[in-house]
């Protein structure tokens, strides 16, 4: 089965950029879609198709995706984005929907 | 104003069983891809089952046998029975569309609030 690693934590200052890592065997050639969910709340969708922003979604967040590694960069970090992040793709090898391990990113 | 609210969730003793339920407004879940996916406390996140528009289901290996899917079209809900539940099963438990062009590109674009099952004796 196909296997997603993500840092456990990612810190960063207010106003400087995060960026939060999704491994995987050729994940570049997949389709990666990254969720955001804070405390006591259900996850959000905030990027999808690598790079295409959901409606709602700050401008300040943008994806990538390129070779073993996708990225979730968000800019100009706010207090707001405190969270945990997850990153997704869909592999037919085994359960189709695989998640990472998720990133706890703090805004120090 | 789209909603996917679930409920069913509780206390259960292992070997025990559910019913959960979401009932959506804003789409019709027979014309959608609906899932589930569980969140076991302090962790991430696990896609248990899913439902397409023509009918097919399919489970993730660790409930296969054990979760049941379905949905029920005039009331516009989806469901997930739980049987012979172990303490490995404790989380909480969403339910979410899934959105997409093709298979390789899906995701969960809209997510209820989740329901909490326990399971403990």
């Known amino acids: 089965s196909y296997v997603l690693t993500q840092p456990p934590s990612v810190s960063v200052a207010p106003g400087r950029t995060a960026r939060i890592t999704c491994g995987g065997n050729?994940?570049?050639?997949?389709?990666v879609h990254w969720y955001q969910q804070k405390p006591g709340q259900a996850p959000v969708l905030v990027n999808y198709y690598d790079s295409d922003r959901r409606s709602g979604t700050p401008g300040r967040f943008s994806g990538s995706n390129s070779g073993n590694t996708a990225t979730l960069t968000i800019i100009r970090v706010e207090a707001g984005d405190e969270a945990d992040y997850y990153c997704?793709?869909?592999?037919?090898?085994?359960?189709?929907?695989?998640f990472g391990g998720g990133t706890k990113l703090t805004v120090l | 104003e789209v909603q996917l609210v679930e409920s069913g969730g509780g206390l259960v003793q292992p070997g025990g069983s559910l019913r959960l339920s979401c009932a959506v407004s804003?789409?019709?879940?027979?014309?959608?891809?609906m899932s589930w996916v569980r969140q076991a406390p302090g962790k991430g996140l696990e896609w248990v089952s899913c439902i397409y528009s023509v009918g097919s289901t399919h489970y993730a290996d660790s409930v296969k046998g054990r979760f049941t899917i379905s949905r029920h079209n005039f009331k516009n809900t989806l469901y997930l029975q739980i049987n012979s539940l172990g303490v490995e099963d404790t989380a909480v438990y969403f339910c979410?569309?899934?959105?997409?062009?093709?298979?390789?590109?899906?995701?969960?674009?809209?997510w209820g609030q989740g329901t909490l099952v326990t399971v403990s004796s």
């Open positions: 997704q793709v869909w592999d037919p090898s085994g359960d189709p929907w695989v």
């Open positions: 804003g789409f019709t879940v027979s014309t959608s891809y």
């Open positions: 979410a569309r899934i959105y997409g062009a093709s298979a390789r590109t899906f995701y969960f674009d809209l």
């Open positions: 050729n994940i570049g050639s997949k389709s």
